[in-house]
């Protein structure tokens, strides 16, 4: 299991979106999830995602595709402790209770080890409380980068826009990342 990091946020602490145009975090992505992680104990967090008319996979109930995106929000959230950045190599869902329109999946991501630079974190989502019955469980591994990975890869016009974004810029000081 990693330490904590030195500056990870206390428990209780509601983590900021990693970049405001992400489509599940961010505030500024149309018809994006916007869910939002609080700090749970030790390396784990908690993320509480409502299925809304517009999630719908079968009528009235959610699409499975959409919640693995939450799913992945909250696992990936979870890099944020160990002050790591991460992206998902691997994703695994089950989906073990229909999620209908109008509920709440109250998540709980943690982390179960690292080795090199693999991240191994695991996830449950319960239904009708954080003590309800679980409705959907999933597992990750995120694989440590550098921001290269981001400067080389992705559109330049987005990277520039983002390093111009003090939001951003305060996302990447909580990876201690100097873009
Ligand atoms: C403006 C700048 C500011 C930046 C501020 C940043 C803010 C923080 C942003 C966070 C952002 C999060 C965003 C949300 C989460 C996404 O949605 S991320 C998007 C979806 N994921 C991707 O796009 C990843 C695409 N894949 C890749 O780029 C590359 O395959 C990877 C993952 C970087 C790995 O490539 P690589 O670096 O060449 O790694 P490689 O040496 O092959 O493998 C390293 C280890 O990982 C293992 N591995 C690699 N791939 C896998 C896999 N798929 N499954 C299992 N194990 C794997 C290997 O087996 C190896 O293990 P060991 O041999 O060491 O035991």
């Excluded at 719908?56 to 699409?63: F, S």
């Excluded at 996830?123 to 019955?133: D, K, Q, W, Y």
């Amino acid at each position: 299991m990693p330490d904590k990091h030195s500056n990870a946020p206390e428990p209780g602490t509601k983590l900021g979106s990693h970049y405001s145009r992400c489509f599940g975090c961010g505030d500024d992505a149309l018809g994006g999830l916007r869910v939002s992680s609080t700090v749970g104990e030790g390396l784990s967090v908690t993320t509480e995602f409502t299925v809304t008319d517009n999630h719908q996979g079968a009528p009235g109930l959610a699409h499975g595709g959409l919640l693995a995106l939450a799913f992945d929000e909250a696992l990936g959230a979870v890099n944020w402790l160990i002050g790591a950045i991460a992206v998902t190599g691997r994703l695994e869902t089950d989906y073990l209770m229909p999620v209908p329109v109008g509920t709440t999946l109250h998540i709980t991501a943690q982390c179960d080890g690292i080795s090199g630079r693999k991240i191994y974190t695991s996830a449950v989502g319960r239904l009708g409380g954080p003590e309800g019955e679980a409705a959907v469980r999933a597992t990750a591994i995120f694989i440590q980068v550098g921001v290269d990975h981001f400067l080389s890869n992705g559109r330049l016009e987005d990277v520039q826009e983002a390093m111009h974004d003090p939001e951003q810029l305060r996302a990447a000081r909580a990876f201690e990342v100097n873009p």
